[in-house]
């Protein structure tokens, strides 16, 4: 195991952690979080030798190999394929070896380290290679091209492949979700889940840590705090004992309130698509999970829009792309006051192509979009950082939008977004990434839109100001459309989805979880096309492949009956837990009349999740077995 023993780390005159201590497990999957500048990637360093303590000691078993996700953008002109299998470092001291031998005769060499590489697996790596490609988003031929022929967020997926690719005993992630889609989050959830070292996780992705992490330290006050259980665990756990300070008892009172207004709205709007009740019940949870966040530096909201256009937005019979190439076709949507709506599907399917049409950016190849008369757009992306002008300070940003309002309004404004006294009047040369996103994001706020287009907001923020941004986009009286791989942020603000999918932007009837199943169909549909494709019937083999499926057909049909079973478990599992999730959403639950009750549906519900995981374990392993035997029949 780990073990930080009353360690110190200081920087200039600052203490990240003072006489900090924390234990990880061999096989624990934790998260680290804290607000930005607390010393997470600092402990990273400190846990990879590139640091050294203050103070206290660091105890690591010194057989552990440890593999991290390197941030910086590599230059290389290796191509993708071989770069990724580059983090196996042992392997390729084998195949070194190998060439060696081979040049200098020595046979038996050679056969010793032939066998060792057959132990590691080595001659399926270029297949485990390929396979961490097509997770994290690459097509079959970005296989071959070199890594300087990459954009920087794509450079960024090829150093998390090149870190999932090396044998570890710890796995040190920092941020991993940032430059990717929904897609392949999901994809790499999956691939966290089965992984078996131990996992030290940093993320603002408070869904993705709920599905992969079992832990929580959260840095704090120069300290390590440990929770047990995901993210959702730790909230409750700080709100139940923040709630009981009370000296934070009438700003605790005024955040539910606010919540709690949400709530009554929205269930007076709400219909009954999936998505809307989704969103209904994770209002009505940030009510109880309210007192967790009382000392985050951010508290601002969306002003109100004032005069609104119905339609806001109309665009009719689009065809949507760049020069001669057509991305998405005929695109037909109308956006209204109120409408709510996420764009899913896959990276370079057309998402931020139709942000960047609607906004403008980009101009429609055919097809005519009108804008209502009072409509007022507030557009964020991650060019918009881009845009910031590094020698002006954030108040200066808005002077220049608003030059007659005071600068004490100014003040009051950025101080929501955690900007206070001189980092205001600071030019923001040397403004962190989540500085400068925040600044955007403050930027389009306080241009009052009644439209807000949304491309991946809450990359490089923390958790505190994901969690903010939420609250404020509950409240916001406007439109909304939204990309983001952010799974909160979705069900928070989203009554309805367009899915943008081969060449089209449809209404997606479902919600998340009913996507990811169609992302695991689409997979399965594509593999099983892969394995077709180029298989030439002739008339003479054709008696001999009917014997074959049907051989088939015998040894699948346990496993397809089986997988059905576990499908019927886990959807069981899923109404036992939302029913205990709609109990806890009764605001007397919490009274101490009843809080033998309380514990008891915690419990329960506690225990379903772990059914619900072992029954996700199972359905994956037959899903594997399944895929296994296909394979066979198919080779």
């Known amino acids: 195991m780990i073990k930080l023993d009353e360690i110190s780390l200081q920087r200039g005159n600052k203490f990240l952690l003072e006489h900090a201590s924390a234990v990880f497990h ?19 360093q400190l846990l990879l030798g590139q640091l050294q303590s203050d103070d206290g000691t660091v105890s690591i078993p010194a057989q552990w190999r440890i593999a991290h996700m390197a941030q910086e953008v590599g230059t290389s002109n290796r191509n993708a394929l071989d770069y990724i299998i580059d983090g196996d470092a042992i392997l390729r001291n084998i195949e ?196 967790a966040h009382i000392e985050s530096p951010f508290n601002f909201k969306f002003p109100e829009p004032g005069r609104f256009s119905d339609p806001l937005l109309n665009l009719s019979h689009a065809n949507l792309g760049y020069g001669d190439t057509t991305i998405t076709s005929n ?95 600071e030019t923001i040369r040397n403004f962190s990434g989540g500085e400068k996103a925040r600044l955007a994001l403050a930027i389009v706020v306080w241009q009052k839109p009644n439209l807000l287009l949304l491309d991946e907001p809450t990359n490089h923020l923390d958790l505190e100001m994901c969690h903010a941004l939420t609250v404020a986009l509950q409240g916001f009286e406007g439109a909304v459309i939204v990309v983001s791989h952010d799974r909160h942020l979705l069900r928070n603000t989203v009554d309805q989805f367009l899915l943008i999918a081969h060449g089209k932007a449809e209404v997606f009837d479902g919600d998340l979880e009913d996507y990811s199943r169609w992302l695991l169909e689409q997979r399965k549909s594509a593999d099983k096309g892969m394995k077709n494709s180029g298989a030439a019937e002739n008339a003479d083999s054709k008696k001999g492949q009917r014997q074959q499926s049907a051989e088939l057909r015998k040894k699948l049909n346990p496993i397809n009956n089986a997988i059905k079973k576990v499908e019927q478990e886990m959807a069981k599992i899923d109404n036992a837990i939302q029913a205990i999730e709609s109990a806890l959403g009764e605001s007397d639950l919490y009274e101490e009349s009843n809080k033998e009750k309380l514990q008891t549906l915690l419990q329960d519900q506690g225990k379903l999740k772990q059914e619900k995981d072992q029954q996700e374990d199972q359905w994956f392993e037959l899903q594997e077995k399944l895929e296994g035997l296909q394979n066979e029949a198919s080779s």
């Not at 061999?26 to 990273?44: D, E, Y």
């Not at 609607?358 to 557009?379: F, I, P, R």
Request: charge should be neutral.
């Open 26 to 44: 061999p096989g624990q999957k934790v998260a680290l979080i804290g607000a930005n500048g607390t010393g997470k990637s600092s402990l990273f």
């Open 96 to 291: 070194a070896g190998i060439v060696k031998a081979e040049e200098t005769e020595d046979h038996k060499q050679l056969a010793l380290l032939h066998e060792q590489l057959d132990t590691i697996d080595g001659y399926n790596a270029r297949v485990r290679a390929e396979q961490l490609l097509q997770g994290l988003g690459f097509t079959i031929a970005d296989a071959n091209k070199p890594v300087n022929s990459f954009s920087g967020g794509w450079r960024i997926r090829l150093n998390l492949a090149q870190a999932l690719m090396s044998p570890s005993d710890l796995l040190l992630l920092d941020e991993p979700t940032n430059h990717l889609d929904l897609d392949a989050e999901l994809w790499l959830e999956q691939w966290l889940q089965r992984f078996e070292g131990s996992l030290l996780l940093i993320s603002h992705d408070r869904d993705f840590i709920d599905s992969v992490c079992s832990g929580v330290v959260h840095i704090e006050h120069n300290k390590l705090n440990s929770y047990k259980g995901n993210y959702s665990g730790f909230e409750r756990q700080r709100a139940e004992r923040l709630a009981q300070q009370q000296i934070n008892y009438e700003k605790q009172l005024r955040r539910k309130n606010e919540i709690h207004a949400f709530v009554a709205r929205f269930r007076a709007q709400a219909t009954k698509a999936k998505q809307a009740q989704s969103r209904l019940k994770e209002l009505q949870r940030m009510e109880d999970i309210a007192p």
């Open 331 to 425: 695109v037909n949507l109308s956006i209204h006051p109120g409408s709510r709506i996420g764009l899913l599907g896959a990276n370079g399917a057309g998402k931020s192509t139709l942000i960047k049409s609607l906004a403008q950016e980009v101009e429609l190849l055919s097809g005519e979009m009108t804008h209502g008369e009072n409509m007022k757009m507030g557009y964020f992306s991650q060019h918009q950082l881009e845009a910031l002008d590094l020698n002006a300070s954030p108040i200066l940003h808005l002077q220049r939008l608003s030059p007659t309002a005071r600068e004490q309004e100014i003040r009051n404004f950025l101080g929501g977004f955690n900007f206070h006294g001189d980092m205001a009047l």
